[in-house]
Every structure is written in C-alpha cells, then in structure tokens.
C-alpha cells in the first residue's frame, strides 16, 4: 500500500524558513516524479513544485520561483521543500505527491496527473 506522509510545517513570521518533508512507503519511488501542491482557506488546490524522477528537472510556480526549492532522496524515498522568505500568502495546507514516470509525463502542474497524495501538513505565516 503506497503511503505519503508529510511533516515539518508549523507557525512560521513572514521572512523565516521551513523545511517539509514526504516520506514514502510502499513501494520503491526512485522512478516516481514528486512534487507539492497546496491549498489556502477557501481557495482551489494549486501546484507548488515539482521535481522528475532522476531529480534532474525541477518546476516551480511563478509565486515561489527563488525562495523555494524541492529536492529529493531517493535512497530514503523522501521529498523535500525548502520555503525562504515566507509569506503570509504562502499560509496553506501543503500536499505532497507521486506519479509513476513510466505511466505519465509533462503536465507538472496538473493536479489529475498525480494519482498518489499525502494527507497534508498545515503552513501558517505571520504577518
């Protein structure tokens, strides 16, 4: 059974930093694509980051283009977020997922292109 679990959010001042990380079980990931998605109070699920299955390619949103960064090891199948220079508009719950890259390719940003998903983990930034 495949399982992604996200940690490391919390309460954070605008202009500190996180570090999030998903963990995954079940099966090897090391040719999964990962990424992250998130999603504010009252708003739709929107794509993050994401990075190809070799870590070789990554994408980000316009929105945290230079103060995020995504990475991955996948020796301990885990995915990470680096959030710099936080704001109070990045406050949302944040999504890991999976795809399998043998299966999909392209189309990063799309949400119904990734078919395995964590459960979140809550992001809050004080202004």
């Known amino acids: 059974q495949v399982q992604l679990v996200e940690s490391g959010g919390g309460l954070v001042q605008a202009g500190g930093s996180l570090r999030l990380s998903c963990a995954a079980s079940?099966?090897?990931?090391?040719?999964?694509?990962r990424s992250w998605f998130r999603q504010a109070p009252g708003k739709e699920r929107e794509f993050v980051a994401a990075?190809?299955?070799?870590?070789?390619?990554?994408y980000y949103a316009d929105s945290v283009k230079g103060r995020f960064t995504i990475s991955r090891n996948n020796a301990e199948n885990t995915v990470y977020l680096q959030m710099n220079s936080l704001k109070p508009e990045d406050t949302a719950v944040y999504y890991c997922?999976?795809?399998?890259?043998?299966?999909?390719?392209?189309?990063?940003?799309?949400?119904?292109?990734?078919?395995?998903w964590g459960q979140g983990t809550q992001v809050t930034v004080s202004s």
């Open positions: 997922a999976a795809r399998d890259s043998t299966y999909y390719s392209g189309s990063y940003s799309n949400q119904m292109r990734w078919n395995y």
């Open positions: 079940g099966r090897t990931f090391s040719s999964y694509d």
């Open positions: 990075i190809a299955w070799s870590g070789a390619l990554t």
